[in-house]
């Protein structure tokens, strides 16, 4: 082998391009080749079953050739600077950065990169990935882009945030009336409940998504991330901008997620500081819990109330929806363009330094600003009361928590009317509710009617 | 690049086709086969345009399926380093654009669009010059020049560029 490398012969370009003509002709070179190397080298005995290794040397042949000219370019521009036009060329091709890859190509040179650096954006094209930095790059340019416009980003979920799926073999015999109330797939606009059955789906649409869509799509950039399989997410995705003025492909599904069982904004093209959430998990979300709007989770159809463990009859077997005026994706249609009047309009002249996180903050904590609670057993005894999620959320939402009663409180949180702060709550004429209360307020985004949350009388007395 | 060879392949016939219509069932299962699919060596076979000859079959044990070794021409179509092409543009995003030409899908990034041409966002995206002459959207037919090909057992990339002289827009949906 180290003969054949190292023979002076080899090293001449015409061998270079027979290497090259050897890989791309037909199949016939295959054939003809083992000749024509036994031919070229003569000397060596061994060479006539071993093409494998013929190739290999070519290569190294061919890579010895380029490092031999490249060094010898550098020499001469080093020494008197004459080839510069060389030089200039050969400076392009190196300082190529590969910002990104389509098919295993770079995009911008047209070479095979190998390194797998950077993100796999799959849900744009197959086999398109960009690199860290060109996608730094991507969500600057397009921020100032999307400032100009008064707009940010939306991430809305599908299941149970937009819509309610179930599996036709699912639907109990007192959803059996859905399957005549379906509407025609011919235009989707128009109707809210649809039968797939190629996917043995069927699907309902929560009410005033489309007014939703509509409205959301004037202020913001929006995308559809489910933890759906990819066929599912396009399917709904149809159904929800069936004129495909929305999600021009912007949807992404659980297959071009970089993380198992997890969202994350490294494949969205938008800078954090701009995005905004919408979805009824929080854990999928767990490294941007700041950009998230919870949201309560719509069960329509009875499969999903059980696997979510809820005994109460469902929405379907009820033949009954959420209101479309007061539903969930009304208020939150209210508190996004409040979001987004208090981004663009009250917080001044500097844009550009303005994290919508913050802002997201600051709306929530309108919504109980002024309240002091108390609970009363609602933690279980010994558990540090400021570590509970009601506490927290509480706080989030603007209000003081305290640990007992003094006459600036405002409300008694209870679950138990028997208790001794309840009973004080009763005397001094403060406001006693269930935890309830605050966790309405919470996926609300508005202080509830204290009336409706009334702490009832508990099991004990009975 | 379109080229009209000569290829073979193997084809396996159920025995229920043996009889008078032989031949026209291993041309049609031929067609079915072979057609619109991609081979790494060839490119995408565009059309089968006559079949040379027809070998002896094969009994195979145990299925009582024949094996015909077939010849066939056929148009094949297959992508090179720069060529020039014309495409039609089918999506447009921040990254560039995709064009396909035939079965070929090429990506145009932004890197390789004529600086002058930026961006806009909207349901019709587009990149724009600024005085807003030339237009790049959905449907548009560029003429452009592959920098990059890698050719799969069942897929070609290709990366192209519009960045040179005479390449570009050169059909606007939006003027018809």
Partial sequence: MSLVTDSPVHSSSSDDFAAFLDAELDSNSLVSSPDEEAEDEESNDEEDAEDDKDLESDRKKRRKVEMLESTLEQEESTSQGTVEQKTEVSVEVDICQHPGSYGGMCYKCGQKVEEESGVTFGYIRKGLRIGNDEIDRLR???????LRHRKLYLILDLDHTLLNSTLLVHLNPEEEYLKSQADSLQDVSKGSLFMLEFMHMMTKLRPFVRPFLKEASEMFEMYIYTMGDRPYALEMAKLLDPAREYFNAKVI???DGTQRHQKGLDVVLGQESAVLILDDT???WTKHKDNLILMERYHFFASSCRQFGFNCRSLSELKNDESEPDGALASVLKILKRIHS??????????????????????RKEILKGCK????????????????????????????????????????????????KSRWAVKERKFLVNPRWIETANFLWQKQPEENFPVSQTAKEE | MFFHIVLERNMQLHPRHFGRNLREHLISKLMKDVEGTCSGRHGFVVAITGVESIGKG???????????????????????????????????????????????????????????????????????????????????EVRLKIIGTRVDATEIFCIGTIKDDFLGVINDPTTI
């Avoid at chain 1, 600057?140 to 999307?146: A, F, G, R, V």
């Avoid at chain 2, 070794?69 to 089918?90: D, N, S």
């Fill in chain 1, 342 to 363: 208090m981004f663009f309009d009250e917080l001044g002249d500097d844009l550009a330094g303005r994290d919508v996180r913050q802002v997201l903050k600051m709306v």
């Fill in chain 2, 58 to 140: 094969l009994i195979r044990d145990g299925t009582g399926f024949v094996t015909f070794p077939v010849k066939y021409q056929c148009v094949v179509f297959r992508p090179f380093k720069g060529e020039i092409l014309e495409a039609v543009v089918t999506m447009v995003n921040k990254m560039g654009f995709f064009a396909e030409a035939g079965p070929v899908q090429i990506f145009v990034s932004n890197h390789l669009i004529p600086d002058d041409m930026e961006f806009q966002s909207g349901d019709m995206p587009n990149y724009t010059t600024s005085d807003g002459s030339v237009k790049i959207q959905k449907d548009s």
């Fill in chain 1, 253 to 255: 599904s659980r297959d």
């Fill in chain 1, 140 to 146: 600057s340019t397009d921020m100032k882009n999307l």
């Fill in chain 1, 282 to 284: 929080e854990n999928a």
């Fill in chain 1, 373 to 420: 609670l108390v609970f009363s057993r609602v933690f279980p005894t010994r558990f540090p009361a400021d570590n509970h999620h009601l506490w927290k959320m509480a706080e989030q939402l603007g209000a003081t928590c305290l640990t007992e009663v003094d006459p600036s409180v405002t409300h008694v949180i209870s679950t138990d009317a028997g208790t001794e």
